[in-house]
Structures are given as structure tokens and as C-alpha cells.
């Protein structure tokens, strides 16, 4: 009698039930992919030469293949919370030091700054430079952030100004012996400032003032305007400024040379910008020492402009700044990971990198919603989100389950039947052993 082709229907029914369950109690499990029990027909084989096919003898369990569709994506406002939306799987290094691999994108920061999973497992990423977010070296290592103290100063190293001045205006100087005469301008006329740093992030303005000269289409850059004495109390002596360069302008109003005046040097390969040394401008900063500006510093005019249009600052801006804590985070489209800190600037602090499979079917699964590479994956390939086959990563939403519990519950009740079906095959089965038994 055939009990046991029922009896491997309710295997396989049983089996398909744990399967639909596990679907269920998983559907509100971030990144989790549902899972598809597949049957296989078990048929008898037949004996000797021409024996003809064999009878089916149940059924067995071909294979729980994993379904890696995309889930919806759900919008968290975490910044720490990361979707990933196309192909791919983050990067993770396990407790225990192995690699493994998740779509569940919602991370927390360790006590040293290390970006984990729930599990504890470390988040793995490319290096990049702080400045440019560049990846530096394609070497997968822990992302860290840098939440346990300030960024430093950075002294600044480069001043960058943008402006136009107005070649209609008479030399500085003036002529009191023109009819009539032309007044001398005031150096405070045309000027602009801004804050520089020194070493230790002190801040101190820096003045620039602009003179035209009776050579045509040439003005001197002046680092403050001059005094004359006053008596006192207090007594102020006389302070004269030197002229820090000399910009010469073309015929068509664009700068031709910038020359500077000793102490400050020309810049190799940039005619256009100069080099302003140590002390050569005075700041009324009094944290600065004899009230200078200490450090050396390139100014860049190469945007500088003469034309018959009033005088206008477009552009003012240097490299340097003070120290300041971090107040933000980011992760973007790209997996890079800035921070944002109380002194204005921003800082990049590595790559999220993303890993492929040839056959993503042939992971396996692990707890903590993880998968470890099989021989049947293949080895993982790493990419950067949004380029090429790689999806695309979005900070502050986290992907879910793809279960669709409608259809679970509809695949419950057909289990369901299948395994009653099954059960009453093997009742029928012992009826009718029932009778040949009791047959006389």
C-alpha cells in the first residue's frame, strides 16, 4: 500500500507550512526577503530493459529558493537609517571576523564611533579623503566617525577674492592742477576684508585696500590704510603701509600680472596670484602677536577685473578655520559619508560600499539578517552605489520585507488543504488495508 507516498505529502505539505510561517512572522523585518518552497516529484524506477516508466511514490522538497525582489521603501528621518534601492548588499564584518552581507540598513554608532548593525557587526567601507570625499584606497575597512572629539584649525593657506575696479576712476593721487582740480581718493574708497586663521583657529581680519596709479591700468594693493599721528592722550604714532603688489590690467580690462612688493614673492606658474608673507599686514587683532598676521598665505586675483562699471566684491573666501564639534551627519546617494561640524565645514569620513553576487539565490541566510557567500554565490564584487549594476543608497529610509501577507495567507490555506488532502490518502490507504485484513 502507498502510505508512504501520502506520508511524504504531509512531509512536504508540513514543510511548506513552516516555510509560509517563517514569511509571516518576518513580514515587518527590515530588509528581509521571502522565501518559496518548490516541490519535486518523486518517481519510481523500473526494472530491466523496456520496463516502461515507473509510477509516481510522492513527493519531496526540491529546493526553499529565496525571492530577492525589491522592497518598499519606507522614509525613517533617521539619518543613520539606509535603503538601498537596486542590487546589492551592504558589507558587514562580524563579530566573530567573517564577512557577511545585508540589506537591513538601519545602523547605530558604537561608543567609539564605529557604524554598526544591530547585531554588532561592523559596517565596511572604502577610505576617502576628508577634503574631497574621493576614495583613497579600495580597501574594505570598519566606517568610524569622528564623534569623540573637535576637528582642529586649519590655518589658512589661501586667500581668494573676486572683484571689479572701475577703470573710470582718476589716479588716487589726484590733480590739483587741473581745471578743475581732481580730488585725491581716499584709500578707504575701494576695500573689502575678511577673516583669517591663524594655527590655533584664531580669527583675524584681513584688509585689503585698492589704489589706482597714474600708469594706466595699474593699481597697488595696500594691506591697510595710512595714519598720521595724533597727540595725545593717547598719543598714536604715524603708521604708513607698504604696497603689498601692483595688478596690471590689459587694454580689454582683464588682469594681465600681478607683481608683489618685497617681502612678498610671485608663485610659480600663477602670474595671476602672489604670495603674502608673514607680518606683512597688520591686523587691530590684539590676540595676534606684535598685531600681525603671522602666517604666509597665497592670495589668488585671478579673477580680478577692470571695467567701466562701479566697484563690486563677487567673490571672498579662504581656506582656514576654527575648530568645531560635530552637529550632523549624511550618508549620500553615492554611500559617502559626510559630517557636519559647528565651525561651518564639512568633512568626508568614508565610503558605504556595496557587494554583488553572481547568483544572490546561492547565499545563505544567517540570524541578524545577514547572508554569508556559498561556492554557489560566487565571490562578491564590490562597486560604488548608483554606478553600474549597483542600486543607489538613500540615508534617513530603510527598505522592508518584500512578504506580501495577502498572498501568504492565501498560500497558508492551499498548504493547508494540500496537507489535509495528504492525511486523507493515508486514512483511505488503511481502509482499504482494513478490508484485505478482513476478508474471509
Known amino acids: 500500500m502507498s502510505f508512504q507516498t501520502g506520508l511524504s505529502g504531509l512531509n512536504a505539505s508540513s514543510r511548506n507550512l513552516d516555510v509560509i510561517g517563517n514569511n509571516i512572522a518576518n513580514a515587518n523585518t527590515t530588509g528581509m526577503k521571502q522565501s518559496r518552497t518548490e516541490f519535486s516529484q518523486l518517481v519510481a524506477s523500473s526494472l530491466g ?7 509516481g511514490i510522492g513527493v519531496s522538497i526540491g529546493a526553499i529558493s529565496q525571492q530577492f525582489s525589491q522592497g518598499n ?49 561592523n559596517v565596511m567601507g572604502f577610505p576617502t579623503d576628508s577634503k574631497t570625499g574621493k576614495v583613497t584606497a579600495a ?7 569622528p564623534t569623540a572629539a573637535p576637528i582642529a584649525a586649519n590655518e589658512t593657506t ?76 593717547p598719543a598714536v604714532a604715524a603708521e604708513t603701509f607698504p604696497v603689498l603688489a601692483t595688478l596690471a590690467f590689459d587694454a580689454s580690462g582683464n588682469l594681465s600680472t600681478v607683481t608683489p612688493t618685497a617681502p612678498n614673492t610671485a ?6 596670484s602672489f604670495s603674502l608673507a608673514a607680518n606683512a599686514i597688520k591686523s587691530p587683532n590684539p590676540n595676534l602677536p ?48 559626510s559630517t557636519r561640524y559647528s565651525n561651518g565645514q564639512t568633512q568626508y569620513s568614508g565610503q558605504l560600499t556595496l557587494a554583488d553576487f553572481r547568483n544572490v539565490q546561492g547565499l545563505t541566510p544567517q540570524g ?8 554557489e554565490s560566487g565571490a562578491p564584487v564590490m562597486g560604488e552605489p548608483g554606478v553600474g549594476k549597483f542600486g543607489s543608497v538613500r540615508a534617513g529610509a530603510l527598505e522592508d ?33 482494513s478490508t484485505l485484513v478482513n476478508l474471509r
Do not use: H
Not at 85 to 110: C, E, H, M, V, W
Not at 267 to 272: R, V
Not at 307 to 324: A, E, R, T
Open 290 to 337: 606684535g598685531g600681525t598676521l603671522p602666517q604666509t598665505m597665497a592670495i589668488d586675483l585671478s579673477k580680478v577685473s577692470q571695467f567701466g562699471s562701479p566697484f563690486s566684491v563677487s567673490n571672498l573666501s579662504q581656506d582656514g578655520y576654527s575648530s568645531g564639534e560635530l552637529t550632523g551627519l549624511t550618508i549620500e546617494q553615492n554611500g559617502v559619508i
Open 401 to 433: 520585507s518584500n512578504v506580501d501577507l495577502t498572498a501568504e495567507l492565501v498560500n497558508m490555506m492551499t498548504a493547508q488543504r494540500a496537507y489535509q488532502a495528504n492525511a486523507q490518502t493515508i486514512k483511505t490507504q488503511d481502509q482499504v488495508m
Open 139 to 145: 580597501t574594505l575597512e570598519p566606517l568610524k566617525l
Open 158 to 233: 589661501l586667500v581668494t577674492v573676486e572683484f571689479n575696479l572701475d577703470a573710470r576712476e582718476k589716479p588716487a593721487a589726484g590733480d590739483p592742477a587741473a581745471a578743475p582740480p581732481v580730488a585725491p581718493t581716499p584709500r578707504s574708497t575701494f576695500g573689502t576684508s575678511l577673516n583669517v586663521y591663524d594655527s590655533q583657529g584664531v580669527a583675524a581680519p584681513m584688509q585689503l585696500y585698492f589704489e589706482k596709479t597714474a600708469t594706466a591700468n595699474t593699481w597697488n594693493v595696500y594691506g591697510g590704510i595710512d595714519k598720521a599721528a595724533v597727540v595725545g592722550p
Open 267 to 272: 608663485i610659480a606658474g600663477s602670474p595671476k
Open 49 to 55: 530493459v523496456g520496463g516502461g516508466n515507473g509510477g
Open 73 to 121: 521603501i519606507s522614509v525613517t528621518g533617521n539619518n543613520l537609517d539606509v535603503a538601498i534601492n537596486g542590487a546589492g548588499f551592504i558589507q558587514l564584518r562580524q563579530p566573530n571576523g567573517t564577512p557577511a552581507y545585508t540589506r537591513d540598513g538601519s545602523l547605530k554608532l558604537d561608543k567609539d564611533g564605529f557604524l554598526k548593525t544591530n547585531s554588532g557587526a
Open 368 to 375: 541578524g539578517n545577514a547572508w554569508v557567500a556559498t561556492f
